[in-house]
């Protein structure tokens, strides 16, 4: 982490900080001179982790799961923080199981992973574009690489896969990543867009998923453990696309090693679809009428 450059002065919000990546991420962005806040959807988990820091910081409710809480958040945020330089879209879920949606009637992972990241990012556009050389990271996954979306069914109403659905959120994810880029870049904006995935790293996303299968789910939660890496190896993309000097708009950061899976950082390779333009523009537009959120860009 010692590459971390000094961040004092700078603003950062780190989405889903009370754990795992996020909470790693944050850590050391606060260690580094950041003013750092952790935007959870549980508060009192959050003031936990905060306490764990070892560095001044600030706990914030956000659901991204519920629009109005995404706006609520912001439009509070917009009032203390006129200018934020890191905007860490880090929160996610995976659910194994019957089909979720979320307050808005979205299917849950797409609702989480995407479209409240969606909706968040524009709201504060305005606040990035403030800040001399600001950043938006979105976390992607290498489950994206097999997913495709359905726009005839993105809440997944038919048919309905959990692990299928997860992919289908992190190639949304991605798409939004790289279109958010090329708008950027378009619009001659300050605020640059780029990527990370984790490979596989042992967060409690997976066990979590998995507990309710009771003896097997436990059992292959277990197995988890043994291929993957320790959450501090697993947040060093995020953390890199964030922090490194230098870095352009639109890249995409990984591990390594074993197929992106673990090892150092190195720049990740995108799937067909999450490069297509075409796709971009098409979920772009379905991301806008969802969420109600638009772009200036």
């Not at 953390?239 to 990740?268: C, I, K, Q, S, Y």
């Amino acid at each position: 982490m010692d590459s971390i450059p000094d961040l004092t002065g700078r603003t950062a919000v780190v989405t889903g900080a009370n754990s795992g990546l996020g909470l790693v991420t944050a850590t050391e962005l606060a260690h580094h001179g950041a003013h750092v806040i952790l935007a959870v959807r549980n508060t009192a988990a959050g003031r936990d982790a905060a306490g764990r820091i070892s560095a001044p910081v600030e706990v914030r409710a956000l659901d991204l799961a519920d629009l109005d809480s995404v706006r609520t958040f912001a439009d509070r945020l917009t009032a203390d923080h006129p200018t934020i330089d890191l905007l860490i879209n880090n929160a996610g879920t995976v659910l194994l199981g019957p089909r979720h949606t979320s307050a808005d009637g979205h299917e849950l992972h797409l609702a989480t992973n995407m479209l409240g990241h969606f909706a968040l990012t524009g709201l504060l556009l305005d606040n990035l574009t403030k800040a001399p050389a600001a950043r938006v990271v979105s976390l992607s996954s290498i489950t994206h690489r097999n997913a495709h979306l359905d726009f005839g069914d993105l809440m997944f109403e038919n048919r309905y896969r959990a692990s299928t659905a997860y992919g289908r959120s992190k190639l949304a994810t991605t798409v939004f990543g790289v279109e958010l880029d090329r708008r950027l870049r378009a619009a001659g904006s300050p605020v640059i867009s780029v990527l990370a995935h984790p490979g596989l790293t042992r967060t409690n996303l997976t066990p979590r998923a998995w507990q309710h299968r009771g003896r097997i789910g436990r059992l292959i939660a277990r197995l988890g453990l043994l291929v993957t890496q320790p959450v501090e190896q697993g947040a060093l993309p995020q953390l890199r696309a964030a922090t490194r000097p230098g870095l352009t708009g639109g890249t995409f950061l990984g591990p390594a090693g074993l197929g992106e899976t673990r090892g150092p950082v190195t720049d990740a390779r995108l799937s067909r679809d999450a490069a297509d333009p075409a796709i971009g523009r098409r979920l772009w537009a379905v991301a806008e009428q969802l969420t109600g959120v638009t772009y200036p860009v």
